[in-house]
């Protein structure tokens, strides 16, 4: 059975930091892309940061380039997003995701999903 637990979240300030974990389990993991989305309430989940199994070929959305870094240790099967400069506007569920390939794709082409960890950034 194919497990992605999601760690690290939490309450933090605005201008603060928080990193994310999440560990695979389950199957083999190479040549998976891995890395995060993220849903806030009443709006869609959209893709953060994502990182290729080897090279490594990151992607980062626009509103959070320069501020977070996507990274993996493929001998854990472990994904990390390192997030500065946190903004109220990060407040979301923040879910850990796989698929086979470069890259994660779109919400419907992931292949495995967390359950998600809540983050909160107070002004």
């Known amino acids: 059975q194919v497990q992605l637990v999601e760690s690290g979240g939490g309450l933090v300030q605005a201008g603060g930091s928080l990193r994310l974990s999440c560990a695979a389990s389950?199957?083999?993991?190479?040549?998976?892309?891995m890395g995060w989305f993220r849903q806030a309430p009443g709006k869609e989940r959209e893709a953060v940061a994502a990182?290729?199994?080897?090279?490594?070929?990151?992607f980062y959305a626009n509103s959070v380039r320069g501020r977070f870094t996507i990274s993996r240790d493929n001998a854990k099967n472990t994904v990390y997003l390192q997030m500065n400069s946190l903004r109220p506007e990060d407040t979301a569920d923040y879910y850990c995701?796989?698929?086979?390939?470069?890259?994660?794709?779109?919400?419907?082409?992931?292949?495995?999903w967390g359950q998600g960890t809540q983050v909160t950034v107070a002004s």
């Open positions: 389950g199957r083999t993991f190479t040549n998976y892309a």
């Open positions: 990182i290729s199994w080897s090279s490594p070929i990151t």
């Open positions: 995701a796989a698929r086979y390939g470069l890259g994660l794709g779109t919400v419907n082409e992931v292949e495995y």
